[in-house]
């Protein structure tokens, strides 16, 4: 059974790329489809007259996960894990085909995430390191125009995600991270409305005069599992965590992130930093399981040389 996806279409008359961008892949991360609605408002509007080519929103992909206020739908599984999907499978499953389908149909692609309900997240626009060279610098141009203030590369080997059905198909794709702890930063909606309307201008299909750079750090890091952030820091057991650091700090190795409690049988378990780097992916969710992380710390020594330009500023009407 089909799972169809709630797009909306923007054409121009001139030919050009056609851009997808995407947010709610996860059901409890709500700055992506805020900017997304936003987006809808202002292109339905005509306020950015669209030049060339064609734009496709999705605000929500995951909507059975949207309903539960949760990460995943009902049947568990992660639909960043799961592309390109089963047309015969799982709800997940089948949304992740129909979403892989549309990623395929498309030449540039943006994925929109937040640090859900469990986590906060500097923000930061990623992409793989792919190992066609056109495709690699067009997803680094793109994550630059994105204009966030992290910009990070990482390994092409992660499957499922939807960044890799864009890989397979060598589409050029960035997604970003902003914010999350269950709720919905108006920076962030702001800062994702200026990133897509600046990529597309980057891409021709708009007028848009881009703002100064927000970037400060570029880094790039083809470790194996780099860019798995869900397997950093596990907590060694069921507890409460209390956070001995904050995001954005700067972490030295051996330093404490925390300790992990156990209330009823008075286990406690203090977790260290293995490596030093910024704190780029805070716990705002104080129960954590065993196995869960507590922080993901961003390795500052692997920055890159590349650096962006800037612009000047335009305001975006609400
Ligand atoms: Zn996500």
């Not at 059975?64 to 997940?92: H, K, M, Q, W, Y």
């Not at 498309?106 to 937040?114: E, P, T």
């Not at 499922?160 to 920076?187: K, W």
């Not at 201008?201 to 790039?220: H, K, P």
């Amino acid at each position: 059974m089909n799972v169809p996806l709630q797009t909306v279409h923007f054409d121009s008359p001139l030919p050009g790329p056609h851009l997808l961008i995407t947010g709610g892949v996860h059901g409890d991360e709500f700055e992506g489809p805020a900017a997304i609605d936003r987006l809808r408002i202002q292109f339905e509007s005509a306020r950015f007259p669209l030049k060339r080519g064609r734009l496709t929103l999705v605000p929500i992909v995951n909507q059975p996960a949207f309903l539960r206020g949760e990460r995943t739908a009902e049947d568990g599984l992660d639909l960043a894990r799961v592309c390109p999907g089963n047309p015969e499978g799982s709800i997940t499953e089948r949304i992740a085909c129909e979403l892989s389908q549309l990623i395929r149909s498309a030449d540039r692609y943006i994925d929109l995430h937040s640090g859900g309900r469990l986590f906060s997240i500097l923000p930061m626009s990623g992409y793989v390191l792919h190992p066609d060279e056109t495709v690699l610098n067009e997803q680094r141009s793109m994550a630059m125009s994105f204009n966030l203030p992290l910009i990070w590369g990482t390994s092409p080997h992660l499957n499922g995600r939807s960044l890799s059905v864009a890989r397979d198909a060598d589409i050029p794709a960035i997604y970003a991270e902003h914010s999350g702890a269950g709720q919905c930063n108006p920076q962030g909606v702001e800062d994702y409305i200026y990133g897509c309307l600046n990529v597309m201008a980057s891409l021709g299909m708009i007028d848009f005069v881009n703002r100064d750079s927000l970037v400060e750090l570029t880094i790039e890091d083809d470790r194996p599992e780099s860019g798995h952030m869900q397997l950093c820091y596990p907590s060694p057991l069921m507890g409460l965590f209390e956070p001995a650091v904050q995001l954005g700090d700067h972490i030295k190795q051996e330093a404490s992130l925390g300790r992990v409690f156990d209330p009823v049988t008075h286990r406690t378990e203090t977790i260290h930093a293995r490596q030093s780097g910024i704190l780029f992916v805070a716990r705002s969710f104080t129960r954590v399981k065993a196995g869960e992380s507590v922080g993901v710390i961003l390795e500052t020594d692997r920055t890159s040389e590349f650096r962006v330009g800037g612009g000047s500023d335009e305001t975006i009407p609400g």
